[in-house]
């Protein structure tokens, strides 16, 4: 009887209808790009393919380096993106970190803070952390900064830290303890600047002229009064205090045009005409000596933009004797391979590596005529129409 129970009992299990298993996946953890600033119109396969060492290399330039008004449009919209970043990128919250300073230095403040928002472990990581606090400081909550401050577990000794520090210290009315953090933040890196404003604020010596190179400096300012209007605002604080998000930078159509023939509308709209094109290669040919090194810059500029070249404007171009630029030569072909393979996210960020050195004035005109080229190659137009125009205005 007993056997007869146990063989029913098993019938009866294994005619039960089978139970649907259920997998578990563990999502990975956001990488350094993922996180959107906003919506740039950029794919999410931006990254593909880009190489994690060159991100490395060339995030933290951006946000200490002057660039150029169209080179800083690209890497605004570049680092704005939400998108898988490059292989190995998760976790990595050096790259992370780069990345916001990056926008809040070119002064995309708003694409920054929505980064900020969804960005775990701030405490962990110090570069995180001062992007979080100066954040906190553009925007007037000195409290949040102070608390980032508190409770961040890594490089509080950096100078950075320290200043702040001194400023949380004064405002919780430890006056003593701020005098003293604020001694050893100048040791360790004296800032003129920095000690006349805080030495203001802790002893009531002469403030002089408000400082606006940072969050801190509009901090200080702001606490002791000063006239905020009387001082030059750096990107990141120009922003904050005009409420509006950094716009592209615009170019003197009516000059270009005086030099290019009336192609600078076209320019502007999307690609220049074909035959006027070909009529600026001409000129550039035959141009007297006075004009022709204007002239034959400008045409390279234009011709860049060009979706192809007819034979007689190739060999036009061709003999124009314009010498190369300063990239080494392995950056130009690591960019022209990019741009046959379409990676737009590593294209992009070599031509940044070249701009970043060439400073607020922009790369040589070689390099950026090759920028042009690859930019447009890989989808980026609109931002090689701005090279170009930038480069058109700045012709001499």
Known sequence: ???LTLLAAALTVACAPAVAQVEVTQLAAPDAFSVPGRDTGLPQDLWRGTPLDT???VLPMLSTRPLSPAAAALARRLLATGAPGPTGAANDEMLAGARVNTLISLGDVKAASRVLERTPGLDRSAELSRAAAESALLAGDVARACQLAG??????GDIYWLRLRALCQAEAGQGAQAQLTFDLAQAQARDAVYGRLMSAKLSGTPAGAASLRNGLDLALSRG????LAAAKPAAAVAAVLSGAEPGLPT??????????????ASVVAGLPPPAGVSALIAAASEGDPKTKGRLQSAALLVAALANDLPPADRARISGFPIGE???PVGRNLALETAADSRRTGEAALLALWTCAEAGASGPALADRVRM?????RVGLVDEARLLALEGLAGLK
Not at 224 to 227: E, M, S, V
Not at 251 to 264: E, P, S, V, W
Not at 372 to 376: H, P
């Open 1 to 3: 009887m007993l056997r």
């Open 55 to 57: 991100a490395r290399v």
């Open 151 to 156: 409770g961040l577990s890594t490089g509080r």
């Open 224 to 227: 002791l009064n000063l006239d």
């Open 251 to 264: 170019y003197d159509t009516t000059a270009i045009d005086a030099q290019i023939g009336g192609l600078a």
């Open 325 to 327: 630029g300063k990239a």
């Open 372 to 376: 042009i080229r690859v930019l447009s």
